[in-house]
């Protein structure tokens, strides 16, 4: 321990002596344990986020999609093979008793309309009676469309906050007439959704029954897809099984043919993002490698001109029976100590960011404490690799000749 504060000790003074060295050195480490960190917490505030809003839309609920690939890969290919979806099928899958609710679903962008006043590639959702059950959120003032009014194609919309101010400011917008893709619809109701971190209610945009949709809007890629809740007393494995079990039996599928839809529960939504997330942090935590890097050059330069300036010292200690270990252990603790600094620097650096980050975004930002033990040990890890060459040489300098240094 005596010669771990000595070591310390040491280093400290040598940064004194030399401010413009080691404060490059330190810049390096202090970018690279920053950039480790505030990506950390950013990684961590999306999947939190990410998972917030999957938790919104019911725990239980769970995706029918058309592509067949419910992984992060996804082969454009597979999608034009598989069959699309269909009303039919979704009216099939709501009749299973253990399916409580079934919202049949699709958008693409139009433009949007009221009076003089014109929005460019606002989106357009189709979904059928019932999804603000699934979609959370609520709707004030007015009301969401019936079931009578989704199955005749009623032209009612129910428009979302953002878009209610653009178009009718402080005016009440129910009762009032726009126009989407050219086609007039009557406003019903305002969505007000559940935050999220993406901040898509910030965007315009309008939800219209989906038989309407299909009449008067839907382009010609048709790309349907399921909103399925299972019934209370029901699993949702089971529930997953048993739509499996329906759409293969309604597309004639057999035992070896494979499934020509996807099924996708939360948990694989999510797992399937946190893949996606872990990619981006792995190639930021590449980039901030190169920092690291940067910063353990200048360690090595630092401690050479270090060792250069103390070899009569070195020398001296040698002579009255200093051994190499004792030397090399001497020189490693400087530069680990030197690296340290750095990331403690660059470490509080990324606490701030991290802060701002999640007081001026919706992000839920949090720093993982196995980011800051990761960013610490990287930087102590970073000292001792590039100060080894350094320490070893002060080790073997032979004590005659170290006295006799000038």
């Not at 505030?38 to 839309?57: H, K, P, R, S």
């Not at 953002?162 to 126009?179: H, T, V």
């Given at each position: 321990m005596t010669q771990l504060f000595e070591g310390v000790g040491i280093a400290i003074h040598s940064l004194r002596a030399a401010k413009a060295r080691a404060a490059l050195t330190i810049l390096g480490i202090a970018i690279g344990v920053m950039v480790v960190v505030?990506?950390?917490?950013?990684?961590?505030?999306?999947?939190?986020?990410?998972?917030?809003?999957?938790?919104?839309?019911g725990p239980r609920t769970f995706f029918v999609q058309r592509s067949p690939q419910t992984g992060v890969v996804f082969d454009d290919d597979d999608w034009y093979r598989a069959p699309p979806l269909t009303v039919h099928e979704a009216d099939r899958i709501s009749e299973l008793p253990s399916i409580s609710l079934v919202v049949v679903g699709e958008g693409t962008s139009r433009e949007v309309k009221s009076g003089n006043q014109t929005l460019n590639s606002v989106e357009v959702r189709g979904l059928s009676a019932g999804w603000p059950r699934v979609l959370g959120g609520d709707i004030y003032p007015g009301r969401s469309y019936t079931g009578l009014e989704s199955a005749a194609s009623s032209r009612v919309v129910v428009i979302n906050q953002?878009?209610?101010?653009?178009?009718?400011?402080?005016?009440?917008?129910?009762?009032?007439?726009?126009?989407v893709g050219g086609v007039p619809f009557t406003v019903i109701g305002v969505y007000q959704p559940p935050p999220d971190i993406f901040g898509q209610g910030n965007r315009p945009f309008v939800t219209i029954p989906q038989g309407a949709f299909n009449k008067y809007v839907r382009t010609w890629r048709a790309d349907l897809f399921f909103y399925v809740s299972p019934a209370a007393s029901v699993t949702v494995h089971q529930a997953t099984e048993d739509v499996t079990a329906a759409l293969r039996s309604f597309r004639g599928l057999g035992p070896r043919d494979d499934n020509n839809f996807g099924v996708v529960t939360q948990e694989k939504a999510l797992e399937n993002f946190n893949q996606i997330t872990g990619v981006i942090f792995l190639v930021m935590l590449v980039l901030s490698s190169v920092a690291l890097m940067v910063g353990g050059v200048g360690v090595v330069a630092i401690m050479m001109i270090s060792v250069t300036e103390r070899t009569r010292e070195i020398g001296v200690r040698k002579a009255i029976g200093a051994r190499r270990r004792e030397i090399l252990w001497q020189f490693l603790v400087e530069a680990a100590t030197l690296t340290l600094i750095g990331g403690a620097i660059g470490l509080a650096l990324g606490g701030i960011a991290s802060l701002l980050l999640k007081n001026l975004t919706p992000l839920p930002a949090e720093i993982p404490l196995w980011s800051v033990a990761a960013a610490l040990g990287a930087s102590i890890i970073t000292g001792v690799m590039f100060g080894m060459y350094p320490a070893a040489k002060a080790a073997r300098l032979d004590p005659v000749e170290a006295l006799r240094y000038e």
């Open positions: 505030l990506m950390a917490a950013f990684i961590t505030g999306v999947n939190v986020g990410v998972e917030d809003m999957l938790n919104q839309l953002k878009l209610s101010d653009e178009f009718f400011g402080l005016q009440d917008p129910i009762g009032q007439r726009i126009k």
